[in-house]
């Protein structure tokens, strides 16, 4: 009877506590091989530069080159809502290292902790970019219905190198967007990837965060290499930030990748069972 009052309060404080900060991880092998930008295959090219803010000044008071080192430009309005961690956004920050942010801009440069950010973010090369060199391209911004592409097109890096340049693509779509079969909610593409290290750090990430500490990362994030994993590839996901799995077109389904906040429950039930077993000692 003791033992089963005590397994009914363990599920009861796993109910009522509060949630646990996780890491979670998408593979690499959910990554499809490409070697064009989503905006390649539906034409009409990859939009407008955009203008930030140049380390320092007022939001918008950049370049009108877009050229920039840690700027971000915003709030921008999607024209739809956007779910994101239990979050509901009509605007965005586009940041010059590689990711867009809700709530504030991110001026940060190393991809520190889950995904580098205290705000929630969406990284698809959260690295230390710098298009201030003559030879790099900038981020250009296109919005279409319901559909929102960001790309950094042939970009250096920190501090004003332009000897390589990477280029990658992020769509953001909104819930009325008609999605096709073997797309997602939201899509990264990678074109050639030849940086990762720079002045200030030598590992990038790609993934999602909630700016608490929970996060979906890919494998390989923050280790040396990613940037050839990611080089010309491409993939999709759900609402649900799941890479898009099981279709044609796309990688087999990794049943063995945990469900978002998977890992939180498994942590609780296994200090339950560690109670278990100390008090049964």
Known sequence: MKLQKFLSAVALTALIAPAQAAIEYFPQSSLTPTTQLYTDVIGGGIGNVVVMTGGGNANGAGLASGRNDDGFSGPINFGYTFSFFGGSYTQFYANNNGNISFGSGNSAYIPTGPIGA????????????????????????????????????????????????????????????????????????????????????????????NGAGDAIVLQGSNTAGLHNAVAFHQT??????????????????????????????????????????????
């Open 236 to 281: 999709w996901f759900t609402q649900n930030l799941t890479p898009v799995c099981g279709v044609p077109g796309t990688p087999p389904c990794d049943n063995d990748v945990p469900e978002p906040g998977s890992l939180a429950l498994l942590a609780l039930a296994m200090l339950g069972l560690g109670a278990i077993r100390r008090r049964a000692v």
């Open 118 to 209: 205290s705000i929630p973010t969406i990284s698809i090369w959260f690295g230390d970019v710098d298009t201030r060199n003559a030879l790099s391209g900038v981020l250009h911004l296109r919005q279409d219905a319901n559909q929102t592409i960001l790309t950094w097109d042939h970009v250096g890096y920190y501090n004003s190198q332009g000897g390589l340049l990477n280029t990658f693509q992020m769509v953001v779509r909104g819930p009325d967007y008609a999605i096709p079969a073997g797309q997602g909610a939201i899509g990264f593409f990678w074109l050639d990837m030849p940086w990762e290290v720079t002045q200030t750090s030598t590992t990038a990430a790609v993934g999602f965060g």
